[in-house]
Antibody, heavy 116, light 107 residues
């Protein structure tokens, strides 16, 4: 089955670091771009950035550049989204997605809650 | 950055009715526009890509049209499972943007 499997929900305190993951299966992971999309509670979708696991070429939304780091380990077909210092405003659902023009495959999402 | 505007914000209709959703881009995106459906508690799913092509497994009652700056998603006859939020999305110069969404709810 072609799917993106995301890591589980996280509860963190402000200032902590975090790395969430997205594992692709059922297709050639290195041949498709993987992106990340944020959805804050009750809000719409925001594109954060995208990576090509084949060569780690990465692009960021200006809104998220410098705020997060996107990476991938093609040997284990996994992409990552990480924060070095979380804020309460990072509380959201984060989806990994496949595609470079539109997103034809979505993970189920990782809920990140940041609260003191 | 290209801004997408969707209208209306909410569309209240009954099952069996026709739904017409609009997405307008602040500048031309040619035909590089997609539509997604999101139900409560679920990830979005791709419905339409390149303005008018149905994604795999999407029923024929969903259709997309338009090019340039004005696009339409039409649901010909609403089924109970179609009540959801719909987003449009474009990519230009490696910047992806989504519209704010249209909620289709039951009248």
């Amino acid at each position: 089955e072609v799917q993106l499997v995301q890591s589980g929900a996280e509860v963190k305190k402000p200032g902590e670091s975090l790395k969430i993951s997205c594992k692709g299966s059922g297709y050639s992971f290195t041949s498709y771009w993987i992106g990340w999309v944020r959805q804050m509670p009750g809000k719409g979708l925001e594109w954060m950035g995208i990576i090509y696991p084949g060569d780690s070429d990465t692009r960021y939304s200006p809104s998220f550049q410098g705020q997060v780091t996107i990476s991938a380990d093609k040997s284990i077909s996994t992409a990552y989204l990480q924060w070095s210092s979380l804020k309460a405003s990072d509380t959201a659902m984060y989806y990994c997605v496949r595609g470079d023009w539109y997103f034809d495959l979505w993970g189920r999402g990782t809920l990140v809650t940041v609260s003191s | 950055e290209i801004v997408l505007t969707q209208s209306p914000a909410t569309l209240s209709l009954s099952p069996g009715e026709r739904a017409t959703l609009s997405c307008r881009a602040s500048q031309s995106v040619s035909s590089y526009l997609a539509w997604y459906q999101q139900k409560p508690g679920q990830a979005p799913r791709l419905l339409i890509y390149d303005a008018s092509n149905r994604a795999t497994g999407i029923p024929a009652r969903f259709s997309g049209s338009g090019s340039g700056t004005d696009f339409t998603l039409t649901i010909s006859s609403l089924e109970p499972e179609d009540f959801a939020v719909y987003y449009c999305q474009q990519r230009s110069n490696w910047l992806f943007t989504f519209g704010p969404g249209t909620k289709v709810d039951i009248k």
